[in-house]
T-cell receptor
């Protein structure tokens, strides 16, 4: 059974950076893509970006290009999301979401981490 | 980007009654070569991550009760709960994974009347 376990809550000051991790187990990492999706207070779900670890390939939503970096460590089956230049608008719950990858056909997000609350406040 | 528009935003339904949520995409999410709709539905209960309910517009995930059904094709989709139960109180999201960036509808909150 796939399990995605994320790092704990963060409180950061405006202008600083934050790193959130997501450890995957019960999955063949080489056949998996890891997405990051955020949910701001009172808002819906917003895709941030994803990584395909076996290819080292990343994609980002346009609004996060240049400010977010997603990486993965195949040895520890852990993905990381770095967000720089934080503002109060980045206050949200950040989820990692797993997606089977391999046939070239896009798939839904089958598994989700428990979420990480990131609060940006002075 | 493909814009996903859900309606209504809020649905109050009596126990045992039918609940229907609609989702419209700004572009077709039907892939002509395999006739599959790249449309998923998620259920998110309070304080929990989203849970995949339905993929390919109408394929229920393992363990999802058969009172949940999905329909539609191309740009117009529905999620129906045939007989609302207390455990169905949640926010429901549609999601297109046909093209990048993947996008979500704004969500529909379902409550018991």
């Amino acid at each position: 059974q796939v399990q995605l376990v994320q790092s704990g809550s963060e409180v950061q000051k405006p202008g600083s950076s934050v790193t959130v991790s997501c450890k995957a187990s019960g999955v063949t990492f080489s056949h998996y893509a890891l997405n990051w999706v955020r949910e701001a207070p009172g808002q819906g779900l917003e895709w941030v970006g994803r990584i395909i670890p076996v290819l080292g390939k990343t994609d980002y939503a346009q609004k996060f290009q240049g400010r977010v970096s997603i990486t993965a460590d195949k040895d520890t089956t852990t993905a990381y999301m770095d967000v720089r230049s934080l503002s109060s608008e980045d206050t949200a719950v950040y989820y990692c979401a797993g997606q089977i990858f391999g046939s070239g056909t896009p798939r839904p997000f089958e598994s989700w981490g428990q979420g990480t609350q990131v609060t940006v406040s002075s | 980007d493909v814009v996903m528009t859900q309606s209504p935003d809020f649905l109050s339904v009596s126990l045992g009654d039918r609940a229907t949520i609609t989702c419209k995409s700004s572009q077709s999410v039907l892939y002509s070569s395999n006739k599959k709709n790249f449309l998923a539905w998620y259920q998110q209960k309070s304080g929990q991550p989203p849970k995949l309910l339905m993929s390919w517009a109408s394929a229920r995930e393992s363990g999802v009760p058969d009172r949940f059904s999905g329909g539609g094709s191309g740009t117009d989709f529905t999620l129906t709960i045939s007989s609302l139960q207390p455990e169905d109180v949640a926010v429901y999201y549609c999601h297109q994974y046909y093209s990048s960036p993947p996008t979500f509808g704004g969500g529909t909150r379902v409550e018991i009347k």
